[in-house]
């Protein structure tokens, strides 16, 4: 048997391992590995689609819920809470009650005794006692309806704080699809 020269088996190791590598480099990725790499494609472009979907759904409801908040914010801490029709109606039956104080206190003890100078006196202490009623009562419903505006305002403040969760799933899904 001859001897193997050893520099022929260096050369014969070397290529052998580079010849390897080059096969290895041709072939590209094995089958599994398109298949794990698509699926991954595939759930990214979902969770993007998703997180879009969301995002203008999150938007939709943003917007909708922010514009009348956004009208109550605006207003200030100072603003009615009490619509134009609650205030007529809580006035008119403001003036209704005093026009019943100064109906029966008007007409108490006005008979025929022959003295009109107190039937008359009478009359205005009762239109007085009426009419200060009604100022106080109208006075009262602007308090109250003060009140009610003032606690609106301080409502709609905190909603508004609170609306940028709306987004919250959107972002969730856009980090899912990110990492």
Same mark, same amino acid.
Request: hydrophobic residues 40%.
């Given at each position: 048997? *001859? ?20 096969? +290895? ?23 993007? *689609? ?67 100078? *107190? ?9 007085? *006692? +009426? ?8 006075? +009262? ?39």
């Amino acid at each position: 048997m *001859a001897a193997a020269n050893p520099l022929a088996l260096g050369i014969g190791a070397g290529a052998s391992f580079a010849g390897g590598v080059i096969s +290895a480099i041709g072939s590209g990725p094995s089958k599994q590995m398109q298949g794990l790499n698509d699926q991954v494609q595939d759930f990214n472009k979902f969770m993007t *689609a998703q997180a879009k979907t969301e995002g203008l759904a999150a938007s939709s409801v943003f917007q909708n819920l922010m514009a009348p908040l956004q009208r109550i914010v605006s207003g200030g801490p100072q603003q009615a809470g009490w619509s134009n029709a609650q205030v007529s109606a809580y006035n008119a039956d403001a003036t209704n009650r005093a026009a019943a104080i100064a109906r029966d206190r008007g007409g108490l003890g006005a008979g025929t005794s022959g003295n009109p100078g *107190a039937s008359d006196a009478r009359q205005l202490a009762a239109q007085q *006692a +009426a009419e200060d009623a009604r100022s106080s009562e109208i006075a +009262a419903g602007e308090i109250k309806s003060a009140d009610v505006g003032r606690e609106e305002f301080n409502t709609a403040v905190g909603e508004e704080k609170q609306l940028p969760s709306v987004f919250g799933t959107a972002n969730q899904g856009a980090e899912a699809a990110g990492a």
